[in-house]
């Protein structure tokens, strides 16, 4: 069997963040979202993956490289026009032979899942509790035949459809003739025509807004890699499940709390408290007395002393001066013209912006790429573009 | 130059010489050839790279090969003159890497004791004398030749009575062993057996190997078998594939900031000081290399000063070696010397011989180096390992990033120690550093501009790049990526030294790339660019973020991510070698294999 994932889209709704990647090369739990789908279909036994790439392939090439390092042949095929998912899939078809797992490469799944849909010899859709709407909609049994719908407005709880299937050869074909651009709308188009039979993953996550990152993290660090190499001083404590990278060094004093991952070369502390639910990125240094939980500190970011950052997403190249604050709060924001409820949420911070000292970022507070917040400044609004 | 591979084990030998062999093309690919033994010896070779030998290669179950891919040295490419070569009557194969300087000599001798040659090579000498020695033994036979013989080599031999046995020997060029579980491999580089193994054996040189399926043995000048060490070599899962990249190059170009990642921990979490060997009061420093290694050399130069205010002077290895001591040390008998060498392969002939002068010259030596356990690694007082991964395009890329960066490294922490720089100095360098990875990515997304700018460079018969201080190298960086890999001609100068002459050979069909950063140069650049631009060329600048001076003077103008000046030579570079790769792109040259050239220059 053979597997397909389409990543050649850009995520729109994560633009601070995927500036420089597809959606799918944005790290959780300091892997890609793409590794644990790579990971997972490899593990399912499947060793063949034509990758569908465009927006930004360069990273997930020199990330993928042939698939060697992942135990898979990747074939890669070039979708440079954004013509939506079923182009998509009509760009990966080359080579496929007859049954393959369809997957699109923004979910997260467990990875057990793969297997499970490799059961059965029908085809087979893969479902999940959604949180929120999924463009690939919802998941209706009638009469023991499954049925997509979109029409349901509520969807927090109920079974989607993750958009992952396995399907052969002939019914992609058949897809493929449909007009229009989008596979969740081509299959609802074919309705009952073919039979599907219903799988439930263990937990799915479908990373679209920022503040989906921070749950997503901790989903990915139950997948948490173990390693522990680096340099740990004296008087560290570590507690739980923790994986440090090479060439990092944590400094005395600190306390590290598992759910955790650290990346490589980064310096940690000293006296840093650190953890649960957290990954911190390749290359970054966080100062003395700063506390991170339930968060995501991307590459390269320097996080000076005094800090305190919790529930809060930080992208790459930031730089924080010494006492900052960014803390969770609950409230309705603003974003891309639409109105949503946060809960529970630090600020989201995007790619290479400059946050000086003693600056308070609220809960639910959105700053894109290359922005600069003034020294001592409280900032609490939602803000895009490339400086202030 | 020149790669070879061998196998003896219990697997049909064909397919994972084949797979290693591919992994050394970069080291020649003038032609190919493999002999396996059913019953005799069966050689099959052919000019050419690698996939004409393949597509005519007939299938063999044999569990003992060896394989070679060829540079021509002596003798042009063509199926005759490629590898292996074989004895009169076809029992004794051979590949051979390196140079016999003696041969025509022997050949007269084995002529006239009626030896008839098939080829004009000097390796074909060696199956002819091993015959002649031969009584049983293949080990003494390849040690009693190798008393006639001059010159540098890794041999190895198989022979039709022998169904499991493979014998090798090295001086001078390289050879690792890897060991397996009932088999064994050796190649030119570990990158080409790493796949299977991760045990290598380093035998040196004159030692003569034995491999069997189940053993290895290692004789010595009497050929008493003597201990070896073994040595685990780091897994390395990154493979010789393009995954998706249409070239090595730009598979490579794109691997930078990883590679620059990657090398970071060892460079700066740690003062690798110690570790070198340089904890004394160093009086001037030497740096000497070759080719793009040179020109990082160069940049390492300006550094250094600024971090150190020691004197530094970068040579190149194949002057260097042969200079009178005082001008090659930059001042030998003045106080302590430090010679840096660098070298990609660390087998690089004229690095090699350069080391062991400066050596002999009392100097403390260290290496930059991207091959780990690689020969100069093994002759130096302190070595620093890059970790870019193999590098198979032969025009240089992500190891001259890395080198820079190695140079970088070194140059804060003299400066620390010697107390040029304080601590908090020493610090903002470091988070300057640091961020490299992600100021070239920044560079990298703007491949689609490069790409664009590439098409105006196809029709000049000549480019000129000029830039000033640390940029200067980066103009000669420029000059040579393009010239190696588009044939275009190309020369890098100092922007000031235009009036002196180069500027006599502007005109409209000569585009000039002119590097224009914001340090204590940049005024003078920009009238530079003004006085060529009066004669009607193109100007390309490379000018920092918001630079709108240089975007008036200038026909293009790339922007460099906001960057320090002094760290501008790293997306600089990444700019040139793009610019290179979609030149030479558009005019359809081999950009991996670039005609008369390849990687790791193992001859003088």
């Known amino acids: ?388 | 130059m020149c790669g070879i591979v061998g196998y003896t084990g219990n697997k049909p030998a064909q397919p994972i010489v084949l797979e290693s062999l591919k992994k050394l093309e970069y080291r020649g690919y003038d032609s190919s050839g493999i002999a396996t033994r059913e019953e005799k010896l069966i050689i099959c070779k052919k000019e050419g790279p690698i996939v004409n030998m393949e597509s005519v290669l007939p299938k063999s179950d044999s569990t003992l090969a060896i394989a070679h891919t060829r540079w021509a040295t002596h003798g042009e490419p063509s199926d005759v003159n490629a590898h292996p070569h074989s004895n009169s009557d076809n029992t004794i194969a051979i590949v051979h890497n390196g140079t016999i300087d003696n041969y025509l000599e022997i050949k007269e001798n084995l002529e006239s004791e009626g030896y008839k040659f098939k080829s004009n090579t000097d390796s074909e000498v060696l199956p002819a004398l091993i015959d002649k020695y031969y009584s049983g033994n293949l080990v003494e036979a390849l040690s009693k030749s190798l008393e006639d013989i001059q010159g540098i080599f890794t041999i190895a031999v198989i022979h039709e009575d022998h169904p499991d046995e493979i014998v090798a020997v090295r001086n001078e060029t390289p050879l690792v062993i890897g060991i397996g579980n009932s088999e064994n491999y050796l190649a030119s580089d570990i990158y080409a057996i790493l796949k299977y193994t991760q045990q290598i054996i380093y035998p040196l040189d004159n030692q003569i190997v034995r491999l069997t399926s189940k053993s290895i043995e290692v004789f010595d000048d009497n050929l008493d078998p003597i201990q070896y060490e073994v040595e685990e070599v780091e897994k390395y899962t990154e493979v010789a594939e393009k995954g998706g990249f249409e070239h090595f190059m730009l598979k490579e170009i794109f691997e930078q900031p990883k590679a620059l990642q990657d090398s970071l921990t060892e460079l700066l979490i740690d003062s690798p000081l110690e570790r070198l060997g340089l904890d004394w009061k160093i009086g001037s420093i030497s740096i000497v290399a070759c080719g793009t290694s040179f020109h990082a050399g160069l940049v390492g130069k300006y550094v250094i000063e600024q971090l150190t205010a020691i004197p530094v002077s970068v040579s190149y290895s194949s002057e260097f070696r042969y200079a009178a001591p005082v001008q090659g040390v930059g001042g030998l008998l003045s106080s302590r010397p430090l010679v840096v060498l660098i070298s990609q392969s660390g087998e690089t002939a004229d690095t090699l011989a350069a080391a062991r002068t400066a050596r002999q010259q009392g100097c403390h030596t260290i290496v930059i180096c991207n091959v780990p356990g690689s020969r100069i690694t093994r002759e130096v007082d302190g070595v620093i390992i890059t970790k870019s991964g193999q590098e198979i395009g032969v025009a240089a890329t992500k190891t001259f990033l890395t080198q820079m960066q190695a140079l970088y490294a070194l140059g804060i922490h003299l400066g620390f120690t010697s107390g040029s720089i304080d601590y908090p100095q020493l610090k903002t360098w470091e988070s300057e550093i640091r961020k490299l990875p992600s100021k070239i990515t920044q560079v990298l997304n703007n491949s689609e501009s490069i790409k664009a700018l590439a098409a105006q460079f196809v029709n000049s018969k000549s480019v000129f790049f000029v830039g000033r201080n640390i940029n200067y190298p980066l103009a000669l960086e420029g000059a040579l990526k393009l010239k190696e890999i588009s044939y275009i001609h190309a020369e890098g100068f100092p922007a000031g030294e235009l009036k002196h002459g180069p500027l006599a050979l502007l005109s409209e069909d000569t585009p000039v790339v002119a590097i224009a950063v914001q340090d204590h140069t940049y005024s003078k650049l920009i009238s530079n660019i003004e006085e060529m631009s009066a004669r009607k060329t193109p100007v390309i600048t490379i000018a920092q973020k918001g630079d709108e001076l240089a975007k008036k003077v200038s026909d293009f103008c790339f922007e460099l991510p906001e960057i320090d000046p002094v760290l501008s030579p790293f997306p600089v570079a990444v700019f040139m070698q793009l610019l290179s790769y979609y030149v030479a792109h558009e005019l359809g040259t081999e950009i991996d294999k670039p005609r008369n050239l390849a990687k790791s220059v193992s001859v003088e």
């Not at chain 1, 959606?23 to 789908?37: A, F, Q, T, V």
């Not at chain 1, 989008?182 to 039979?197: C, N, T």
């Not at chain 1, 005395?252 to 955790?260: D, I, M, V």
């Open chain 1, 1 to 388: 069997m053979q597997a397909i994932i389409l990543t050649a889209g850009e995520g729109a709704r994560l633009s601070g963040w995927t500036s420089n990647r597809p959606k799918g090369m944005l790290n959780l739990g300091n892997r890609p979202i793409l590794e644990y789908l790579v990971r997972g279909i490899t593990d399912s036994g499947i060793n063949e993956i034509n990758m569908v790439v465009g927006y930004g392939k360069n990273s997930v090439m020199s990330y993928f490289g042939d698939g060697t390092s992942f135990n898979c042949k990747i074939n890669y095929f070039f979708q440079e026009e954004r013509t939506g998912t079923l182009e998509a899939l009509r760009i990966g078809m080359d080579g496929i032979r007859d049954e393959f797992i369809l997957v699109p490469g923004d979910n997260y799944v467990s990875s057990k899942a793969f297997k499970s849909l490799r059961k059965f010899n029908t085809n087979v859709l893969l479902s999940g509790q959604a949180e929120r709407w999924s463009k690939w909609g919802e998941i209706e049994l009638v009469g023991g035949k499954a049925n997509i719908t979109f029409e349901n407005p509520n969807a927090y709880g109920r079974i989607h459809f993750t958009g992952i299937m396995k399907i052969n050869k002939s019914l992609a074909s058949r897809l493929i003739e449909i007009s229009g651009s989008h596979l969740g709308e081509a299959l609802q188009a074919l309705g009952s025509e073919y039979p599907f039979e219903v799988v439930k993953a263990d937990y799915w996550h479908n990373v679209v807004y920022p503040w989906d990152l921070i749950s997503g993290n901790s989903m990915a660090l139950r997948d948490n890699l173990l390693y522990r190499s680096g340099k740990i001083e004296k008087n560290v404590s570590i507690r739980g499940d923790v994986s440090i990278g090479k060439g990092t060094i944590i400094r005395s004093g600190t306390y590290l709390q598992g759910p955790l991952s650290i990346g490589e070369s980064c310096d940690i502390g000293p006296n840093s408290v650190i953890g649960p639910s957290v990954s911190i990125g390749d290359n970054t240094t966080i100062g003395a007395f700063t506390e991170i939980v339930d968060s995501i500190v991307m590459k390269n970011c320097e996080i000076n002393s005094n800090c305190s950052l919790k529930g809060t997403v930080v992208g790459d190249d930031n730089i924080f001066g010494s006492h900052c604050v960014a803390v969770p709060s609950t409230r309705n924001i603003l974003y891309l013209g639409q109105e949503f409820s946060i809960s529970n949420r630090g600020a989201m911070v995007g790619d290479g912006c400059k946050i000086g000292s003693r600056a308070v970022l609220e809960g639910g507070s959105i700053l894109l790429n290359n922005a600069t917040i003034g020294e001592g400044e409280l900032y609490n609004a939602v803000f895009q573009g490339d400086s202030i």
